[in-house]
């Protein structure tokens, strides 16, 4: 059958609006709305046959039962329950009442065309709904990652639900001072509720003094609020690339990290203020620096960056250290494959399995005879401290195995993560402020 055919019969169904009629039509023809086709299918067949197909308004259709003729109405509401949101992307989706679908699937049965003919009506109601949206509020749609979805629920009129993606900025931190951890630890003992059970009800948690985390202070806690508060947002989640142990000092280049904001009301602050105002904030414990503004899946990339880490170590031997043996060790131990079983300072929160990690490079010197600056570079994973201690046997080889002299590191701080892909930072996982 032709075009002009089918159109016959499907008008032969009942009264259909020029949206409906020309629907199941969108793939023979580009460049025309529904409507337009429905109009100009209906203006031929009429010249043809010398018969009045009366075009039919969108109230009086059996298919759409009028919601073809409320595209502007449901983008003023949408666009209504956008405001005093920022945002460039959108997109539209719509919840169909069970009937209108059963319709638009009975329309194409009934005159014999195929049952995925054309376009779907929701297909329709979201495309011309949010072309309307993009012109009212100056924005972009976005069918990937947009920064607002719109849900248009049909059954109840007039109800629209406002979706709002989370924003996110990057940048890399330092941790200049020790016992910070990067994220916030609830108390282990009381579960991060700051109370215990007493003979007379509840009282502060003895362990952690009533405050429910174990640490003061955080990473997460002088990063993320700040940038929740900047985008308006109702909470901040803080995603590193790997973390560095409480005591240990992060410095040189930084960890890269990304602030996650959930429901912002802002997508866009001054990342140079927001900068200044953590590094304020922070007092010289914690320093961010390079913030930009992110994509999501910047995220992922920072908790799946398989990175190499170079650390400086204060040693502290029990015994005294020959010079020649202890630079013979080092000389062993760079370019070496370490097998670590699970230490015991993290055996309660970490799998207890062997893992292999190399080091790539070791130097040092002894300060005296029992205490050495050790600076060593190695793959992610490597526990360097039980790579000088040994971990009572846990880790082979190791420092102190070598020597056969007891050892601990007494300070450590990560200089560099260096991230084996050399397109980390590439444009395309940022946005314009």
């Not at 951890?181 to 003992?189: L, Y």
């Not at 409480?246 to 997508?267: I, N, Q, S, T």
Request: glycine residues 10%; proline residues 4%; hydrophobic residues 35%.
């Amino acid at each position: 059958m032709t075009v002009i055919e089918d159109a016959r019969a499907l008008l032969e169904t009942g009264p259909l609006c020029d949206a409906c009629l020309g629907r199941p039509f969108a793939d023979r023809s580009f460049g025309l709305t529904n409507d337009e086709r429905g109009m100009g299918l209906r203006t031929t067949i009429a010249l043809e046959d010398d018969t009045d197909y009366e075009s039919t308004p969108p109230e009086d259709c059996w298919v759409c039962e009028g919601f073809c003729g409320e595209y502007d109405a449901w983008a003023d509401r949408v666009a209504e329950a956008l405001e005093g949101v920022h945002f460039e992307t959108y997109q539209v989706g719509t919840r169909t009442p069970p009937l209108i679908e059963e319709n638009d699937a009975l329309l194409r049965a009934d005159a014999g065309l195929d049952e995925d003919a054309g376009e779907l009506f929701k297909s329709e109601f979201n495309r011309e709904v949010g072309k309307r949206v993009g012109q009212k509020t100056d924005t972009m749609v976005d069918f990937e990652r947009p920064d607002v979805l719109a849900l248009l629920n049909l059954e109840r009129d007039g109800d629209v639900e406002i979706q709002v993606n989370p924003a996110f900025v990057y940048g890399r931190y330092r941790k200049l001072e020790r016992d910070i951890p990067q994220t916030e630890w609830p108390c282990r003992e009381c579960g991060g509720s700051g109370k215990e059970l007493g003979p007379d009800g509840e009282v502060d948690c003895e362990y952690c003094g009533g405050s429910g985390y174990l640490y003061d202070d955080s990473v997460e806690g002088y990063v993320a609020p700040l940038v929740r508060d900047a985008m308006e947002g109702e909470e901040g989640v803080f995603h590193g690339a790997g973390r560095e142990d409480v005591d240990a000092r992060m410095l040189e280049h930084g960890r890269p990290f990304v602030a996650e904001v959930k429901k912002p009301h802002y997508r866009s602050p001054d990342v140079e203020a927001l900068e200044a105002r953590i590094n304020e904030a922070a007092e010289g414990a914690v320093e961010v620096e390079g913030l930009r503004l992110a994509t999501h899946e910047m995220v992922e990339r920072v908790k799946e960056l398989e990175a190499s880490k170079t650390y400086r170590m204060d040693v502290e031997f029990d015994e005294p250290v020959d010079e020649a043996e202890f630079q013979a060790a080092l000389d062993e131990l760079e370019g070496t494959t370490v097998e670590q079983f699970t230490p015991e300072r993290v055996d309660h929160r970490r799998a207890s399995i062997t893992r292999t990690r190399d080091v790539y490079e070791v130097d040092g010197e002894l300060e005296d005879e029992r205490h050495a600056d050790i600076e060593l570079h190695g793959a992610g994973g490597l526990y360097v401290k039980e790579l000088v201690s040994s971990d009572n046997g846990r880790t082979e080889p190791s420092l102190s195995g070598m020597l056969d002299i007891d050892a601990e590191v007494t300070a450590l701080d990560v200089l560099d993560v260096q991230g084996e892909d050399e397109a980390f930072e590439q444009d395309e996982f940022f946005r314009d402020a």
